[in-house]
């Protein structure tokens, strides 16, 4: 069993950076895949980013190429997401994802945080 905790979610304007948080419960962080997903209003949940279990290789949804970036700290049993350059169409409820093998991306992760939301003014 895994639990995911997000943070760092908040309200920003156009242009500015965010950094969000994903701690992980457990002692077998460096087992799962990790990812981000984000769910905009009225829209459904999407894939944004998903890291391998040793952080050497990452995968990004096109829309977020070049100004996210996941990165993990096994050693703190935590996910980050560094969103630069945000949009006002990056404002979602950003969810943290955890799966042992491919259900990051095939949309099916077997964990899920609650998520944080992000607000981007414009």
């Known amino acids: 069993q895994v639990q995911l905790v997000e943070s760092g979610g908040g309200l920003v304007q156009a242009g500015d950076s965010l950094r969000l948080s994903c701690a992980a419960s457990g002692r077998t962080f460096s087992s799962y895949v990790m990812g981000w997903f984000r769910q905009a209003p009225g829209k459904e949940r999407e894939f944004v980013a998903a890291?391998?279990?040793?952080?050497?290789?990452?995968y990004y949804a096109d829309s977020v190429k070049g100004r996210f970036t996941i990165s993990r700290d096994n050693a703190k049993n935590t996910v980050y997401l560094q969103m630069n350059s945000l949009k006002p169409e990056n404002t979602a409820v950003y969810y943290c994802?955890?799966?042992?093998?491919?259900?990051?991306?095939?949309?099916?992760?077997?964990?899920w945080g609650q998520g944080t939301l992000v607000t981007v003014s414009s």
């Open positions: 890291i391998s279990w040793g952080g050497g290789t990452t």
């Open positions: 994802a955890a799966d042992l093998a491919y259900g990051i991306t095939e949309g099916t992760p077997e964990y």
